[in-house]
């Protein structure tokens, strides 16, 4: 049990475009969702907290013009990148708790975005 | 505000052996800890936790951690390791910060097993 998919699984787009990547949980309801951003050979860099029904609460640095976060239901997030550069190619990661952070998380597989 | 450390970026060990992946966090009170695993193409998945109680803790695939309050450290363990433990291990540690709760990874630890 506890499954969060996540869509599409790679993207490629150009410069300037937006892409919007969904994250489901599968078998749960997820209260609390997270997006992660991986650098290569780096930690997951936590970008914000959602809680359903509420705005994001984002980290510091993290544009939130820039990283839309919706969590429209207690099964799905979603996290648009808008106006998309080659710096935010990255692989992006979300998860999903039943309650708090410190619950267990449950995660996607990841999205591989890449900006040409 | 919290932190981890993961000192070892890469390490081999023979199919077999012993293992043991090093963690220390930052936090001025006791933490939440965590492990995951990171295998290719698929999602984290949660080793184990620990926050209060007993302090070695186990948790599945027969790996477990010890907390040690005195050395701020979680170190993950496992007597015998299988080739399928090949894998990114993530060390987590979770606490409030700025009123709501949070966790942060540490860099991770990609193991290789040898035959």
């Known amino acids: 049990g506890a499954v969060v998919s996540q869509h599409p699984s790679r993207v490629i787009c150009k410069s300037g475009t937006s892409v919007k990547i969904e994250c489901r949980s599968l078998?749960?309801?997820?209260?609390?969702m997270f997006w992660y951003r991986q650098f290569p050979k780096q930690s997951l860099m936590l970008m914000a907290t959602?809680?359903?029904?509420?705005?994001?609460?984002?980290e510091q640095g993290v544009e939130k013009d820039k990283f839309l976060i919706n969590h429209a239901s207690l099964t799905l997030s979603t996290l648009t990148v808008t106006s998309a550069h080659p710096e935010d190619s990255s692989f992006y990661i979300c998860s999903a708790s039943v309650g708090l952070a410190t619950d267990t998380q449950y995660f996607g597989p990841g999205t591989r975005l890449t900006v040409l | 505000a919290q932190s981890v450390t993961q000192p070892d970026i890469h390490i081999t060990v023979s199919e077999g052996a012993s293992l043991e992946l090093r963690c220390n966090y930052s936090?001025?009170?006791?933490?939440?800890l965590f492990w995951y695993v990171q295998s290719p193409g698929q999602g984290l998945q949660l080793l184990l936790k620990y926050f209060s109680g007993d302090t070695l803790v186990q948790g599945i695939k027969g790996f477990e951690a010890e907390f040690k309050r005195s050395q701020s450290s979680f170190n993950l363990r496992k007597p015998s390791v299988h080739w399928s433990d090949a894998a990114e291990y993530f060390c987590?540690?979770?606490?409030?910060?700025?009123?709501?709760?949070?966790?942060?990874f540490g860099t991770g630890t990609k193991l290789q097993v040898i035959p």
């Open positions: 987590a540690v979770g606490a409030d910060s700025g009123g709501y709760q949070k966790v942060t």
């Open positions: 078998d749960f309801q997820a209260t609390t």
């Open positions: 936090y001025g009170a006791t933490p939440y």
């Open positions: 959602s809680n359903e029904g509420s705005k994001a609460t984002y």
